[in-house]
């Protein structure tokens, strides 16, 4: 067996803890990625349950005889992992997922939008209507996105679309 020199064991050795180190890099990296992503699924979750609460106060107020003096306002839904995260997190989810997870965020921005909305003592029904529908697409695409793992949309679930127009239909005559 041949003995190997001092400069080839030297570069060997380079190599070896070069690998080693771009190995560990990589490792540390999916591991943040991973992290990040369960951090945001997490939100979602958490979103589900803060909209819920929100469609619950938006359909007792819209449901009173005596509004708008017995209003309870839904409050504005924050979501800091997917602020701060969003532009990391998509590089590693499918485009599925982020085209899930965007419409998601979609409908809470316009639900954080029509709960400032400036309403009109005679709108305030409406206006609690409005969030409550974005609420509720919210919440439905949250769910929709995890049962498919954001792999279908829930724009091509006809039954699941007439459902949720039916819950917005039995608002209409207290609007």
Known sequence: ME?????????L??????????????????????KLVGALNAELKDLQAHLEKSMERCAKSINADDAPRATIWPHAITHPVYTQYYPEICLHIT???????????????????????????????????????????????????????????????EAKIREINTDFQGFSDKI
């Open 95 to 157: 485009g599925d997922q982020r085209l899930s997870i965007n419409s998601i965020y979609g409908h809470i921005a316009t639900f954080n939008q029509r709960l400032a909305g400036d309403y009109d003592p005679q709108a305030i029904k409406r206006g609690l209507f409005l969030a409550y529908v974005d609420a509720k697409w919210a919440y439905e695409l949250i769910d929709y996105h995890f049962r498919h793992n954001g792999k279908q949309k829930l724009a091509d679930d």
């Open 13 to 34: 050795g380079v190599v070896v803890g070069w690998l080693l180190g771009q190995g560990s890099e990589l490792l540390r990296s999916h591991l943040k990625n991973r």
């Open 3 to 11: 003995e190997l020199s001092k400069s080839t064991v030297t570069l």
